[in-house]
């Protein structure tokens, strides 16, 4: 059986999906909620969203490593986020997918588990 991570593409095409999404975020002011939460550099925020991804999916056990993951958790949880960020975030990383052809890939499900993930990072109530 195949992982998410395969059906998806593997590394190379989860890296292209980071690198719309935060191309995307940098670019359009629907976004600028989330992105004046990220520093001016996005270099870490590109690598550490790509390993999230690249573990989350299935992929090589490099990128499950508690270190990664924790590394994740510290560089999210810090920053103010309530359904507007989440609205703002999901909607960035849907025209990612459109845009890099993970629609094509993707079903109602893998998008609700972006949704859980998007909503489970919230820190604010509204």
């Not at 090589?60 to 975030?89: G, M, N």
Request: aromatic residues 12%.
């Amino acid at each position: 059986m195949q992982t998410h991570y395969e059906r998806l593409g593997g590394s190379e095409v989860i890296r292209q999906l980071v690198d719309r999404f935060y191309d995307l975020m940098d670019e359009d002011p629907d976004y600028y909620g989330i992105r004046k939460l990220h520093p001016a550099d996005l270099t870490e925020s590109r690598t550490s969203s790509a390993w999230f991804l690249i573990g989350w999916t299935g992929g090589p056990p490099e990128y499950t490593d508690a270190s990664v993951i924790r590394f994740c958790a510290a560089v999210i949880h810090p920053l103010p986020s309530a359904k507007a960020e989440r609205d703002q975030w999901m909607g960035c990383m849907i025209r990612a997918m459109q845009d890099v052809g993970w629609m094509r890939r993707c079903n109602r499900n893998w998008t609700a588990a972006l949704f859980k993930t998007a909503d489970f990072m919230r820190n604010q109530p509204q």
